[in-house]
């Protein structure tokens, strides 16, 4: 059993950034994938950006890439997202998630289905 605690969440203006944690519990040995999804009212869940433990695969979605940034620090079993240019239409809750088993191409680590564990999420909102 993975738990997952994200913090880093808040309310900031166009332009600003925002960093997001997710804490997991145990060790790295424990999941082969980290991901970030958003979700606002009334849409799916969007996959934003994943990594894979092994080699440290990144993907990301169109709509982030060039301002996000994922990351991890194993020694703290801590993967974050580095969200820089923030827009209003990134506003969602930020949920991080972890998948026991990973296997295929990179962008399934925005699949939700490929996850087993998640986190409580955290809220992010761009307002000027």
């Known amino acids: 059993q993975v738990q997952l605690v994200e913090s880093g969440g808040g309310l900031v203006q166009p332009g600003e950034s925002l960093r997001l944690s997710c804490a997991a519990s145990?060790?790295?040995?424990?999941?082969?994938?980290i991901g970030w999804f958003r979700q606002v009212p009334g849409k799916e869940r969007e996959g934003v950006s994943g990594?894979?433990?092994?080699?440290?695969?990144?993907t990301y979605a169109d709509s982030v890439k060039g301002r996000f940034t994922i990351s991890r620090d194993n020694a703290r079993n801590t993967v974050y997202l580095q969200m820089n240019s923030l827009k209003p239409e990134d506003t969602a809750v930020y949920y991080c998630?972890?998948?026991?088993?990973?296997?295929?191409?990179?962008?399934?680590?925005?699949?939700?289905?490929?996850?087993?564990?998640w986190g409580q999420g955290t809220q992010v909102t761009v307002s000027a």
């Open positions: 998630a972890a998948a026991k088993t990973f296997r295929g191409l990179l962008f399934r680590l925005r699949i939700a289905s490929m996850y087993d564990y």
């Open positions: 990594i894979r433990i092994s080699d440290g695969g990144i």
């Open positions: 145990g060790s790295t040995l424990d999941y082969s994938a």
